[in-house]
């Protein structure tokens, strides 16, 4: 009788695994993005996703504290899709405000909100006040003494927010 | 620190372009920066790259760009993110709900998003939440309270002489005199509806008004007004029908933002329209193609997520 390749046997024992994780703890999960989202469609999908992402790991025989990862992993996603919702939200709010005469298309409209969201990630570690400091500087072009003024901030300031922004960006296209 | 991470000469090459851009730099400072370009071949490079990242960063940038990115909205969220990170998991649940990012506490009723759900309560009181509701419960040896914070209830009273059932909103409050009643939060007011027997409700200034059967009243923080009885089928919207008699097309548009993911935005112009039928709400889609098949409005999805109503 052929042996089975280590491989396939690797394989079998993984499948099983996941399988018996799904099973022991997929309600579970559910049940408590059920309660955090209040919604039980997203709470199914960001269930799904997270077991997704499990399925992707490179070593789930591995894994000692399950809950403890799929928490992880789910809490992640929630945060990921509220900042997406929050940012899209923005977006609409200021175009809704705007004036008349600028109306993009809903083509242009979904481009705008990629990039506002990758942008937004490159960003990430930086608070409201330094972003506008950079922001400022980035798209208007305004010395720091100017950005100072509008913020309320000092000069020094600014180009410290200024340095930061900058790191991030370098950091974030390596 | 982010900077940490960098090398020394695109650290340096920041502080120089971070210079660049203070609109103080002098000529001695120029001075200084060429002669860091021809320090050492590193510094060139670090400064091509970090200049040609930063364009690629921004090569696109959409207008509003900056009022969007740097909105409190948005960054609220990513701060949340990094305590969570410190505070850990289980820790994680309690702040979410004590900033009110997470819509519930633990033992209250609430419901979400195009979701309706009927409760009883320990007294045998039945509570129905209209979506994305949420109502806290205190009960003590001789009150019966519901603080409304959120949407909307339809409430069956269990009889309890000894122990008033009141509904308490920031706009007044409602007692039961032993009966079924309807409590909306609305913009600035609360709508309360009887649908049996009485209710007596009272503004935060004290002027109160007893309702029976069919009668409504709006309590805002400085009155209570009657409401038109004709209207009284808009309180009973339990079973996920929308009854409206002759009103303005922004109730009912008000009405179905609870089951309506995003943004549902209507013009001045098309929210004033008249509007009679009975509307089912848990199929807002169907709900608005009837709207722009019987109305003169247009209803348009510019985004998944953004939904926006006017007059054709």
Redesign the interface.
């Known amino acids: 009788m052929p042996s089975i390749p280590l491989d396939d046997q690797r394989l079998a024992l993984r499948n099983c695994v996941l399988h018996q994780m799904f099973g022991d703890h997929h309600d579970w999960l559910l049940q408590r993005l059920r ?6 469609h ?1 709470a199914a999908d960001m269930a799904s996703e997270t077991f997704a992402q499990v399925v992707q790991l490179p070593d789930p025989q591995a894994i000692q504290e399950p809950r ?1 990862l799929l ?2 992993i789910a ?1 992640r996603l929630v ?1 990921a899709t ?2 997406r ?12 405000q ?1 004036i008349p005469g ?1 109306e ?1 298309s ?1 083509q ?6 990629e ?2 969201a ?3 990630r ?4 930086l ?3 330094g ?2 400091a950079f ?12 950005i100072g003024a509008r913020l309320g901030i000092s ?1 020094p300031r ?2 410290q927010y ?3 922004a ?8 390596e | 620190m ?2 940490n ?2 090398p020394p000469a ?2 340096e090459a ?2 120089w ?3 660049h ?4 730099m002098t000529d001695a400072d120029r001075k200084r920066f060429e002669h860091w370009l021809r320090l050492s071949a590193d510094h060139p490079i670090a400064w091509q ?2 200049e040609q ?2 364009g ?3 090569a ?22 990094g305590a ?1 990170a410190v505070a850990g ?1 289980g820790v ?2 309690w702040w ?1 709900q004590r900033t009110g990012l ?3 506490a633990q033992g209250d009723l ?6 309706r759900h009927a409760f009883t309560l320990d007294d045998g009181s039945r509570v129905v939440l209209n979506a994305k509701s949420r109502v806290d419960l205190a009960f003590a040896g001789n009150t019966r309270t519901l603080i409304l914070r959120e949407g909307g209830l339809s409430i069956q009273v269990a009889a309890d002489p000894q122990r008033p059932l009141i509904v308490v909103t920031p706009f007044g409050e409602a007692q039961a005199l032993g009966t079924r009643f309807t409590v909306t939060l609305r913009e600035g007011a609360a709508d309360v509806w009887v649908q049996e027997s009485r209710v007596q409700v009272k503004a935060p200034n004290g002027a109160t008004v007893q309702l029976r059967s069919g009668e409504g009243a709006v309590l805002t923080s400085n009155a209570v007004h009657a409401l038109d009885p004709n209207r009284a089928a808009e309180g009973r919207w339990e079973d996920g029908y929308l009854e409206i008699h002759d009103q303005p097309l922004g109730v009912v548009i008000d009405a179905l933002r609870a089951y309506r993911r ?2 549902l ?1 209507i013009s001045p112009e098309a929210a004033a329209l008249r509007v009679s039928g009975v509307f089912l709400l848990d199929d807002s889609a169907h709900v608005l193609r009837t709207l722009q098949e019987t109305l003169p409005v247009r209803v348009e999805q ?2 998944p ?2 939904t926006q109503v006017s007059l054709r």
Do not use: M
């Open positions: 309660a955090r989202l209040g919604c039980c997203d403890a928490t992880t809490k945060f509220w900042r919702r929050d940012l899209e939200r923005a977006y609409l709010e200021a175009l809704a705007q600028y993009p809903a242009e409209q979904v481009q705008a909100i990039t506002l990758s942008l937004d490159i960003l990430d570690g608070s409201p006040l972003r506008s922001l400022y500087s980035q798209l208007e072009n305004l010395t720091y003494a100017e000069a600014v180009h200024v340095a930061k900058l790191a991030l960006c370098y950091l974030a296209l | 982010a900077h991470r960098l695109v650290a920041i502080e372009l971070a210079l851009r203070s609109g103080c790259r970090l990242r930063v690629q960063a921004f696109d940038v959409p207008p509003l760009a900056h009022h969007v990115l740097s909105s409190p909205a948005i960054s609220r969220r990513g701060l949340l993110r969570l998991i994680g649940g979410l997470l819509p519930f609430h419901t979400g998003l195009a979701e995003g943004l935005r510019p985004l997520l953004w």
